[in-house]
Every structure is written in structure tokens, then in C-alpha cells.
């Protein structure tokens, strides 16, 4: 499949939920937006837009059974979500591994292992400063000990107006 038939998959999946289906639109933008602006491989610009648009796979569910999106239950229900959902995409299994691997720790800040995770976290990060109205503060420390990619501060700058030098 390619990444539109993917979207397009994840949006019927969504059954309507337009909160849902309006967040993972705006970081997977984001995150092909970096993405192309780092000049990262090929694959990995691929598992980057994929993973964005199903990083949330298990809000829905979270919210049903344990009446919030806790991240680390969102991980761990995501994970098994994620595998399912995947299952006849054809993508390579290396590439459907990664991309597991990166909706199961899209809440850990903690070891980020690849160009892929970096840019996920990121590209979360620049929407849901907005959807959850984060304060001035939270963002400037985010972006000294978080963000790592150039286009990813930039944007971050641009977004919430934080000029740079100015703290
Ligand atoms: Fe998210």
C-alpha cells in the first residue's frame, strides 16, 4: 500500500472521530514536513509518515476501557492495534517492526534510537503543544531537551513565536 491508501485506511478506521482523525493529519504534515527537510533515507521517510498516522491507533480504545489515553497504556494497547492494522499493507516486515516498535514508545522520551522516533516525538509535540495549550515554559524547555532536528526547533520557533536567543 502506499502512504495515501494507508491514511485513507486509518481515516475509515476512525470511524468519524474528527478529533482523532484531525490530530494524526496535522503531525503526519509535520512529520513529512522534517522528515524531507532532513533529507532522511527513503525507508525511513516511509516508516516516519506511517508511524505519524497511526501513532494514536489506540486512543479509541484507551478511552473506552480505561476511560483515558494514558501514554504508557496507549503504548502497550497501540503495539497489538498497530500489528492488526498492518497486517496485508505488504510493507516489508523490518519496515512494520519499526513501526510498532515507534507507536509502542511514542510517549518515551527516553532513548530515542533513530532519526524515525526523533522526528515522531517532535512532530507530536508541535500539535499537541497546541491542542493541550501549553505554556510558554514547557515549550522553550522542549525545545533545548527534546527537539534535536534543525527544521523541527524551527518550526517549534515559528509556530509558538519563541525567538531564538530570547530566554
Ligand atoms: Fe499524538
Do not use: W
Not at 512532530?123 to 503543544?129: E, K, P, R, T
Amino acid at each position: 500500500m502506499t502512504v495515501s491508501e494507508i491514511m485513507v485506511k486509518m481515516v475509515k478506521y476512525s470511524k468519524g472521530n474528527l478529533h482523532d482523525i484531525n490530530h494524526f493529519m496535522k503531525v503526519y504534515a509535520y512529520a513529512k514536513t522534517i522528515a524531507e527537510c532532513e533529507k532522511v533515507a527513503d525507508d525511513e521517510q516511509r516508516i516516519i509518515e506511517i508511524a505519524a498516522i497511526i501513532h494514536d491507533i489506540a486512543c479509541p480504545l484507551c478511552r473506552e476501557k480505561y476511560g483515558n489515553t494514558n501514554g504508557k497504556l496507549q503504548e502497550k494497547e497501540g503495539a497489538v492495534l498497530a500489528e492488526e492494522f498492518l497486517k496485508g499493507t505488504g510493507l516489508s516486515n523490518e519496515m512494520v517492526n519499526r513501526i510498532i516498535f515507534l507507536v509502542a514508545h511514542h510517549h518515551t522520551f527516553q532513548e530515542v534510537d533513530g532519526i524515525d522516533y526523533q522526528i515522531l516525538l517532535e512532530a507530536d509535540y508541535l500539535v499537541n503543544a497546541d491542542e493541550s495549550g501549553y505554556q510558554e515554559a514547557n515549550i522553550r524547555n522542549v525545545i533545548d531537551c527534546v527537539f534535536k532536528t534543525s527544521s523541527g526547533k524551527m518550526l517549534l520557533q515559528s509556530v509558538y513565536g519563541i525567538a531564538e536567543g530570547n530566554r
